[in-house]
């Protein structure tokens, strides 16, 4: 039987499905009841010092439905990070820990530029025994107004010297989330990793326009008839989110060894998440899917990555992570393997056996007797 558990950061994972920061991981409650339904680790909702700064609006999402169908494939939010007292969530990290002490809670956390402030949400957040953190870099909307979230996750000199305060007081393993908002992927990883810190999570969500509504001539979502640009989620990301994170992995193999991956965006069934493997991830996280499905989902995302691993004989996760990386190469070495594939071909079918009389020839003459011959 193949085992879904792995060690990742120090981190033991019953299996590697995590819960991504968002709505499902927004209080204890919902944190137990992801625990009860058997996710390997839950990364809380965005954590801040100063909670009274963070004012929601109504609505906040808006969805794509496929015009076949009517299933949602892509859903767009304006939600900001957690809007709860920062003193409530240390209560209840510790309550989610005396409750559940085997079980992986990650803090995911963010602050404005100022030092102090980082190292007192790291500080007082390791005093409630969370496993780990991940630095929301990433949350393109809303609080980028306040130099927060992509507004430093999209400067990889600014990011590095974030990454770097943090990692002058944590000492428990810290990822850094990516926004997909830039050209280069690579550059603010890298300078999440030269700063220290021990994994990435790749990707929040892509800062979007989900449509007008041409009724009312009015931008969706519309709060008193105006919006503002948000973020994009759910399946239509997931192949950006998979090349992202095929970028991210091979920088992690050739320059990074032994850090780890997160891969996040569209994931929604078991089939979706053994890709995010293959590309290199150690654990898959899942948002959305989940506010579509519920918590629930996760039994037939495990039952499906384990029925994967039967097929192809894989024991464990570290048999086949990273295992399709090795296929990605540049166009021109596609060009140079498809002319040297051809050229084999060729050469092949030169000696193929003949058919008729008339294609024997006298310069293949020694090839075709033997490619007729048995013995
Ligand atoms: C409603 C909503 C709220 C979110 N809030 C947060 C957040 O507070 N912090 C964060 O790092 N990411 C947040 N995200 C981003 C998700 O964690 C995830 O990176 C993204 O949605 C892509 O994954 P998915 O397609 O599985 O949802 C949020 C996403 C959604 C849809």
Redesign the pocket.
């Known amino acids: 039987m193949p085992k879904l558990a792995s060690t990742v950061d120090g981190l033991l994972l019953p299996n590697p499905f995590v819960i991504?920061?968002?709505?499902p991981g927004t209080n204890a409650n919902v944190i137990g009841k992801a625990y009860d339904e058997g996710w390997g680790a839950v990364?809380c909702?965005?954590v801040s010092l100063e909670a009274e700064k963070v004012v929601n609006v109504q609505p906040?999402?808006a969805r794509l439905r496929s015009r076949e169908t009517g299933e949602i494939y892509g859903?767009e939010?304006i939600?900001?990070?957690?809007d709860r007292p920062f003193e409530t969530w240390l209560d209840e990290f510790k309550l989610i820990k005396d409750k559940y002490p085997d079980r992986v809670l990650i803090a995911?956390i963010?602050e404005e530029y100022n030092q102090n402030a980082w190292h007192e949400i790291v500080g007082r957040c390791q005093e409630t025994g969370v496993d780990a953190f991940?630095l929301?870099m990433?949350?393109p909307h809303g609080l980028t107004e306040r130099r927060m979230g992509s507004a430093m996750g999209e400067d990889p000199e600014l990011l590095e010297e974030v990454c770097g305060w943090v990692m002058q007081v944590a000492d428990r393993p810290v990822w850094v989330?990516m926004t997909p908002n830039v050209t280069r992927i690579e550059d603010p990883a890298r300078a999440s990793l030269r700063a220290g810190c021990q994994g990435i999570?790749a990707?929040?969500?892509i800062r979007s326009v989900v449509g007008v509504n041409l009724d009312t001539l009015r931008p969706e979502p519309s709060v008193e008839g105006y919006s503002t640009a948000g973020?994009y989620?759910?399946?239509a990301?997931?192949p950006i989110?998979l090349r992202m994170c095929m970028e991210i992995a091979t920088v992690l193999r050739d320059e990074f060894p032994g850090r780890s991956l997160s891969g996040?965006?569209?994931?929604?069934t078991g089939r979706d998440a053994t890709q995010f493997l293959l590309l290199g991830c150690d654990t898959v996280?899942?948002?959305?899917?989940?506010?579509k499905m519920g918590y629930r989902c996760v039994q037939t995302m495990k039952e499906q990555l384990l029925e994967f691993m039967e097929q192809h004989g894989f024991e464990t996760l570290d048999e086949f992570k990273g295992h399709s990386l090795q296929y990605f190469t540049t166009h021109s070495d596609l060009v140079r393997r498809q002319a040297e594939a051809r050229a084999a071909r060729q050469a092949e079918s030169h000696i193929r056996m003949i058919q008729a009389d008339a294609e024997w020839d006298g310069d293949s003459f020694v090839d075709q007797s033997d490619a007729l011959s048995r013995g």
């Open positions: 991504a920061s968002g709505p990364v909702k965005t906040r999402y859903w939010n939600e900001l990070i957690s995911s963010m991940e929301n990433s949350c989330k999570s990707i929040n969500t973020g989620s759910s399946q990301i997931m989110a996040v965006g569209g994931i929604e996280q899942v948002c959305t899917g989940v506010m």
